[in-house]
Each structure stands twice: as C-alpha cells, then as structure tokens.
T-cell receptor, first 115, second 112 residues
C-alpha cells in the first residue's frame, strides 16, 4: 500500500511569503496529524483531523497557520505570512481510528526554510 | 515545559555491543511509551512500545524497560548493528487525547 506522501519535500521562502504544504494520508485512514520539528528539538504536535473535522488544534502556534482537510482526504497546511521561526521539518502522519498510538504512519516530511 | 526528555543528544557504540538509550518523563498520566527510529530525510518509524502497566517489552534485539517510580524508560539494542545508526525518539501518550509527546531525540552511531 502507498505510504503517507508529503510535498514538497523542501521549500525555501522569504519572510512574509505564503507557503502551502500538502499531505496525502494512507487511503482509508480517517485520522491525520500534523507535527513539526524545529532544528534539533523535539517533535511537536500541531493538530489532528478526524475525516474533515479538526479534532484537536491545540498545538497550532498562531493564526498564521491554517490547516484544512476538505473531503476528508488530503490535507494542506498553509503558513501566511511566514516568519523565520517557522523554519523546521513538518511531518504528517495518518492512522486508522482505534489504532492509536501504535498505528501512526509518518510521511517523510517537508523541510521549510524561511529566509 | 518539556514533558519528555532525552538528555543525550548523541551516543556512539561499538558494533556488536549493547546500545542503551534513555528517556525521562514528568507526566504520570501517560499510558503508553513508544520508541521511534528516524533515518535522514525520512519520517519516524515505529520501533517498539510499552504500556504503563508493564515494566518490560521485548522484540528481537530491542527491549524497552519502564521504571514508573523513577519516570524513566530505556531502550536496549543488543547486539548493535551498523543499520541501527539513526536518531531515536522517545514519545508518550495518554488515552485522553491522540497527541504524541516527543523527546528531542538521540543520535545513535554504531562504529564498525
């Protein structure tokens, strides 16, 4: 089966610009998660979708970040306007309901660099 | 405040010897503890886990030990192999939500 796909794999943007990250979960996985790792630090939770609904967005850093999952399939994470501290690796993961915490499958991540 | 801590940024071990990676946590409400392995340019992959009601779980060369009184867990890899060179993350969760709380990772280097 295809894994969790994220693109782009890398993005370099200037401060103040907008970037949109995309995640395609494993087909049939209702749960989709976004995490972020800032250079060398711990991976931090951003938010959790169940199908198209935001179940928990307590980790979203501020209102410059907007996540959507229209139709309950792929998800996008938009950063607008980007700031230097938004640099990091953004990971997406998906799982089947009832499979937590063992069933997470992660994508390879998007490395975002804001200059 | 960091609820899960991995205090060793890196660890170097001779091939064939035992690797011991450590993790401390502060939240006594955690129900599950997991270890993930991460290669460069890849996402974390699940390695082994332990429930808070157990003190040991073993899977092949990998064993995780949990000391609840000390709020400490460790991952033992024996014997260590070159392919084990990676960053290892400790993560924890509770039944009340679907978040994983992560440590900062330990880079394990296996020397030939």
């Amino acid at each position: 089966e295809a894994g969790v796909t994220q693109f782009p794999s890398h993005s370099v943007i200037e401060k103040g610009q907008t970037v949109t990250l995309r995640c395609d979960p494993i087909s049939g996985h209702d749960n989709l998660y976004w995490y972020r790792r800032v250079m060398g630090k711990e991976i931090k939770f951003l938010l959790h979708f169940v199908k198209e609904s935001k179940q928990d967005e307590s980790g979203m850093p501020n209102n410059r970040f907007l996540a959507e999952r229209t139709g309950g399939t792929y998800s996008t994470l938009k950063v607008q306007p980007a700031e230097l501290e938004d640099s990091g690796v953004y990971f997406c993961a998906s799982s089947v309901t009832g499979d937590f915490p063992y069933g997470y499958t992660f994508g390879s991540g998007t490395r975002l660099t804001v200059v | 405040d960091q609820q899960v801590k991995q205090n060793s940024p890196s660890l170097s071990v001779q091939e064939g010897r035992i690797s011991i990676l450590n993790c401390d946590y502060t939240n006594s409400m955690f129900d599950y503890f997991l270890w993930y392995k991460k290669y460069p340019a890849e996402g974390p992959t699940f390695l082994i886990s332990i429930s808070s009601i157990k003190d040991k779980n073993e899977d092949g060369r990998f064993t995780v030990f949990l000391n609840k009184s000390a709020k400490h867990l460790s991952l033992h890899i024996v014997p260590s192999q070159p392919g084990d060179s990676a960053v290892y993350f400790c993560a924890a969760s509770s039944d009340s939500n679907y978040q994983l709380i992560w440590g900062a990772g330990t880079k394990l280097i296996i020397k030939p």
